[in-house]
């Protein structure tokens, strides 16, 4: 994620929780608290259901969508890759550039 993605999103995301807080204020104390018990249970289902997809879905399996497939023990920094590896390029994946 970019530095200008991070930055909208933070502000998005301030925007959105200054908007509820004043909301919240306007509706008074006792309108606001049950407001935010509902808000607070369907966060809840969210995250419950957020939880089982992800531990359904498990590892990643097969080879990545495009490029070349790497086995062995590498270190990737950045412009190099250090280590004992050996890669092949999948048929189909042609490079001809």
Do not use: E, W
């Not at 200008?4 to 204020?25: D, E, H, K, P, S």
Request: charged share 20%; glycine share 16%.
């Amino acid at each position: 994620m970019g530095r200008a993605a991070r930055a909208c999103l933070f502000i998005g995301a301030a925007v959105l929780l200054a908007g509820l807080g004043v909301f919240l204020i306007r509706a008074g104390l006792d309108r606001a608290d049950k407001l935010a018990s509902v808000l607070g249970l369907f966060l809840n289902i969210a995250a419950i259901v957020l939880t089982v997809l992800g531990l359904r879905g498990g590892a990643a399996t097969g080879p990545p969508a495009g490029g070349v497939t790497i086995h062995g023990d590498v270190t990737a920094r950045r412009d190099f890759v250090v280590g004992d590896v050996t890669y092949q390029q999948r048929p189909g994946d042609d490079d001809a550039s």
